[in-house]
């Protein structure tokens, strides 16, 4: 057991863990982007769900579940960034959990696309509400802990309250419009941040 955690430290550690944000970025708007191609007359009036049971399906699905695992990377990283810059140990404690949590349910969408099979429907649907549910948590714990430390710009803290805003505002309407947008504010935080890091060195 030694050995095989041994192993895959060594392969995470193969290239700065900021890229891990970057690669979760590009690879799931890549997905996205290459199944939208497939889907003859999708709009944003679509659901972003809809693309994992279009012509395309396989991109989007493979993209959201990779895109799902390098966040879990960075966030392993990130929650061990801030949690240098603090002490409150219990809070960044939860904020980590809720961090791994969303990353490991937002593949599990990808695992589950949505279909018209009723338990599978009823998995995709309970695997992204708790990715969902599970970033409001953490962005806004992140928020917190960023407000009280040096290393990080306050720019980042009101990145992530937005960000938590949006998804938010997106399960009080499920207007496909605002999923977009949340869609979008998730990826320009955890690009943001990754690249920034990389910027300082971090």
């Known amino acids: 057991m030694k050995k095989l955690k041994t192993h895959i430290l060594n392969i995470y550690n193969l290239i700065p863990a900021p890229i891990y944000g970057l690669l979760s970025a590009i690879v799931g708007v890549s997905g996205d982007i290459i199944a939208i ?104 714990i992140f928020s917190y802990l960023i407000f009280k430390n040096y290393i990080f710009p306050r720019f980042f803290a009101y990145l992530a309250l937005i960000t938590a805003g949006t998804i938010i505002l997106f399960l009080l309407t499920w207007n ?14 955890i690009t943001l941040i990754s690249a920034y890091f990389l910027y300082r060195k971090i």
Do not use: C
């Open 37 to 140: 191609l497939f889907f003859q007359g999708f709009s944003l009036n679509h659901m972003i769900s809809a693309l994992g049971a279009g012509p395309g399906a396989i991109y989007f699905n493979i993209g959201t579940i990779l895109s799902g695992i390098f966040a879990l990377l960075f966030y392993l990283y990130l929650v061990k960034v801030i949690g240098k810059e603090t002490n409150d140990p219990k809070l960044h404690k939860v904020g980590r959990f809720f961090a791994i949590n969303s990353s490991i349910f937002f593949s599990l969408v990808g695992v589950f696309p949505t279909s018209t099979n009723t338990i599978i429907f009823v998995l995709h649907g309970s695997a992204a509400s708790i990715s969902w549910l599970s970033a409001i948590i953490y962005l806004s």
């Open 176 to 189: 496909p419009i605002i999923e977009w947008i949340m869609a979008l504010a998730v990826t320009i935080w």
